[in-house]
């Protein structure tokens, strides 16, 4: 079956740039989808179909996807960024897989 | 406003069933794929079980496959989990969420509702 794989953890100074990457064998070839997830909250899409920005999410969220690697991008991380960040995808469209989160710790 | 409340959590023993609800409001479920996803606690997000917007297919993860059935009543606008033969690790936050159409992603989240499996 299909895996991707996070870092367990990125950090970013603030007003710096932070890049969480999501792998996968060809993952290019896959739309991927970015949560964030503040602790005790529900998660929330941040960026669909690779780097489309649900309305409502700052322009500083942004994505890409090529190769066997997908990239979702806060531009000028703010403390209230830190969040855990989680990709997905369709497996052969029967199955939905997360990855493992990234935790985004902005010091 | 699309909205999901998912309720049905609680304390259950092991072997035991449970049924899980997800209500929706602002929108009709039979025109959306609807999932459910599970969280233990300190894990990441586990896909749990998905039904397709006619209601004809439903996929399961392998943890859960032959164990969790998900069903939902049109005329309540509501989703379903039912979950028979629990075990400790079944133990999470269950999170409904909407698909944006049908094998997509996920654009609407419920708060989520607490199982807890322990003797």
């Known amino acids: 079956s299909y895996e991707v794989t996070q870092a367990l953890s990125v950090s970013v100074a603030l007003g710096q740039a932070a890049m969480i990457t999501c792998g996968g064998d060809n993952i290019g070839y896959k739309n991927v989808h970015w949560y964030q997830q503040k602790p005790g909250q529900a998660p929330v899409l941040v960026i669909y179909r690779d780097s489309s920005r649900p309305s409502g999410i700052p322009e500083r969220f942004s994505g890409s996807n090529s190769g066997n690697t997908a990239t979702l991008t806060i531009s000028r991380a703010q403390a209230g960024d830190e969040a855990d960040y989680y990709c997905?995808?369709?497996?052969?469209?029967?199955?939905?897989?997360f990855g493992g989160g990234t935790k985004l710790t902005v010091l | 406003q699309a909205q999901l409340v998912e309720s049905g959590g609680g304390v259950v023993q092991p072997g035991r069933s449970l049924r899980l609800s997800c209500g929706a409001s602002?929108?009709?479920?039979?025109?959306?794929?609807m999932h459910w996803v599970r969280q233990s606690p300190g894990k990441g997000l586990e896909w749990v079980a998905v039904?397709?917007?006619?209601?004809?297919?439903?996929y399961y993860a392998d943890s859960v496959n032959g164990r969790f059935t998900i069903s939902r009543d049109n005329s309540n606008n509501t989703v379903y989990l039912q979950m028979n033969s629990l075990r400790p690790e079944d133990t999470a936050v269950y999170f409904c969420a909407k698909d944006y159409y049908d094998r997509s992603y996920m654009d609407v989240w419920g708060k989520g509702t607490t199982v807890t499996v322990s003797s």
């Open positions: 039904m397709s917007k006619d209601g004809r297919n439903k």
């Open positions: 997905q995808v369709w497996d052969s469209s029967t199955r939905v897989i």
């Open positions: 602002g929108f009709t479920i039979n025109k959306y794929g």
